[in-house]
């Protein structure tokens, strides 16, 4: 029987959230000594464990079918390889936000990336980076490093960097600033898809329904309340993502209960604008799975 393998990155920002979605839809694993590949006991699913760069060239070599990666790696390899058509995005994850950022000096006189032209800029995306940078028309001299780039511009050996940031914290501790964003990346599934069989084609697809379900489950909220009839409308209105509610009266009251999905995040303030509508008793519940 058909199995396929999924890369994940064996340890760092994206490892545990990767590990913990393939559970959400099912997967466990049989955990090998060498710790390196983990077979799928429940679903013909295995996993291995690499570094997050090589991912995408994995995928591209046929060594996987599937592997889970921040946008902004994927991207360069496509760019770096050229081979948009082969590595395809399968379904954003909705974790490991992060941005690619140019960023100077603090004391460096400077408000706009134009201003960067003919200087040298050290990153370890360097096809990403000449690409963003060129589609703005601002020609640069990249200095390609595989890591520590935040330290390029005390040593002299760059004037600027394009680096990821996530909390800034690398770029306050070197004394940079962030002066624009470049891109925005998140983790993804990205899958080498067009050359497999049909067999794993339909493993494929129902992991990807799955998956879509627990994504859908995540974004989504149950909420209860209680609020007077004759705001029924204004209610529904008020409820993110929610078309057709389900109402219950309430025995012996003119009030009725209110249940709805709603498919859009929930913030206090939604919460506050429908207690101002009348509402009471107001619960906001996680939705554990979901299958459309
Ligand atoms: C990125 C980047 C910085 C750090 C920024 O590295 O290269 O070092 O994260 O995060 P911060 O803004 O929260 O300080 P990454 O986590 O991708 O590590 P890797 O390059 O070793 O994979
Ligand atoms: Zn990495």
Redesign the pocket.
């Known amino acids: 029987m058909s199995r396929l393998r999924v890369a994940i990155q064996k340890s760092?920002?994206l490892s545990e959230k990767s590990l913990d979605i393939l559970k959400s839809c099912g997967l466990s694993f049989a955990r090998s000594k060498d710790k390196l590949f983990w077979y799928g006991r429940d679903f013909p699913v295995d996993v291995l464990l690499v570094r997050?760069?090589d991912i995408p060239r994995m995928l591209l070599d046929g060594v996987c079918e599937l592997g889970i990666v921040g946008e902004n790696i994927a991207s360069e390899v496509m760019l770096e390889r050229n081979s948009e058509s082969e590595l395809k995005r399968l379904r954003k994850l909705g974790f490991g936000h992060c941005r690619l950022s140019i960023a100077v000096p603090e004391e460096m006189e400077i408000t706009a990336i134009s201003q960067l032209a003919g200087t040298r800029i050290a990153t370890?995306y360097p096809a990403l980076t000449r690409h963003l940078l060129e589609k703005q028309g601002i020609e640069t001299h990249i200095v390609e490093l595989s890591?520590s780039?935040?330290i390029a511009p005390g040593l002299g050996t760059a004037d600027a960097i394009s680096?990821?940031?996530?909390?800034?914290?690398?770029?306050r501790a070197n004394h940079l600033r962030e002066l624009d964003e470049l891109y925005q990346s998140q983790a993804a599934l990205y899958g080498r898809v067009n050359d497999i069989s049909a067999e794993k084609k339909a493993l494929l697809d129902r992991l990807l329904s799955r998956l879509e379900g627990v994504m859908q489950a995540r974004e989504s909220k149950y909420v209860m309340l209680h609020a007077p009839r004759e705001a029924l409308e204004r209610i529904t209105e008020l409820l993110p993502g929610v078309e057709h509610p389900s109402i219950m009266p309430l025995e012996g009251s003119d009030r009725i209960a209110i249940h709805a999905v709603c498919g859009e995040a929930v913030f206090w303030e939604h919460l506050e604008a429908l207690k101002a509508e009348g509402a009471s008793a107001i619960l906001v519940l996680p939705v554990e799975k979901m299958l459309a």
Request: aromatic share 0%; no cysteine; charged share 30%.
């Open positions: 760092g920002r997050d760069d370890s890591g780039v935040e680096d990821l940031v996530s909390t800034g914290t690398t770029l």
